[in-house]
């Protein structure tokens, strides 16, 4: 089945600084890939969606200069956290469909804590 | 190792009936479980969730239903609608891990 690669798995950085996470679909060609955010034993909150060579849509209350996404090839989608405070410390998740009616494959998830 | 599995990858059920999508599970420290709806083209959004202390949950049509000791969880839709058309993940969680399942494809026909 199509695999979604995400890196990294977990990471810890200092308050003001920014973190890379990146979305890779290693077998197909990820027209859509979404972004969320998850805290422990709440449910999964959907941040933004990304679709190759255009802006990501944001939901509301996201913060798009903070949450900078992007989606630059068919197989590739960042999300960089800037300027980290502790209260982004959160577990995110990608995922991703290669094509309208498709299912959705997620990657494994990144933990991040900001100190 | 595919910890959540959702071994069936399409249900189809008719208009009014009940749909069970089946959701199985390997790692005993799960203590809290989701399932989410996911429409074409949209991101997925949650349905309903359990706790493991909990073997049934219910909300309007939806019921989930958690046996522990079988390691297997099942969402309950009756009566289906057509708008119930989707595809549903089930997803399970310890510690800040979340774990999806690879989706099951819910028709309902009239």
């Known amino acids: 089945g199509a695999v979604v690669s995400q890196h990294p798995s977990r990471v810890i950085c200092k308050s003001g600084t920014s973190v890379k996470i990146e979305c890779r679909s290693l077998?197909?060609?990820?027209?859509?890939m979404f972004w969320y955010r998850q805290f422990p034993k709440q449910s999964l909150m959907l941040m933004a969606t990304?679709?190759?060579?255009?802006?990501?849509?944001?939901e509301q209350g996201v913060e798009k200069d903070k949450f900078l996404i992007n989606h630059a090839s068919l197989t590739l989608s960042t999300l960089t956290v800037t300027s980290a405070h502790p209260e982004d410390s959160s577990f995110y998740i990608c995922?991703?469909?290669?094509?309208?009616?498709?299912?959705?494959?997620f990657g494994s998830g990144t933990q991040l804590s900001v100190l | 190792d595919q910890q959540v599995k959702q071994n069936s990858p399409s249900l189809s059920v008719q208009e009014g009936r009940i749909s069970i999508l089946n959701c199985d599970y390997t790692?005993?420290?799960?203590?809290?479980f989701l399932w989410y709806k996911k429409y074409p083209a949209e991101g997925p959004t949650f349905l309903i969730s359990?706790?493991?202390?909990?073997d049934k949950n219910e909300d309007g049509r939806f019921t989930v239903f958690l046996n522990k000791s079988a390691k297997h969880l099942s969402l309950h839709i009756v009566p289906s609608q057509p708008g119930d058309s989707a595809v549903y993940f089930c997803?399970?969680?310890?510690?800040?891990?979340?774990?999806f399942g690879t989706g099951t494809r819910l028709q309902v026909f009239p």
């Open positions: 077998d197909f060609q990820a027209t859509t």
């Open positions: 995922s991703a469909s290669y094509s309208y009616n498709e299912k959705l494959f």
């Open positions: 359990i706790s493991s202390i909990k």
């Open positions: 997803a399970a969680t310890y510690t800040d891990k979340l774990i």
């Open positions: 990304s679709n190759e060579g255009s802006k990501a849509t944001y």
């Open positions: 790692n005993s420290m799960f203590d809290y």
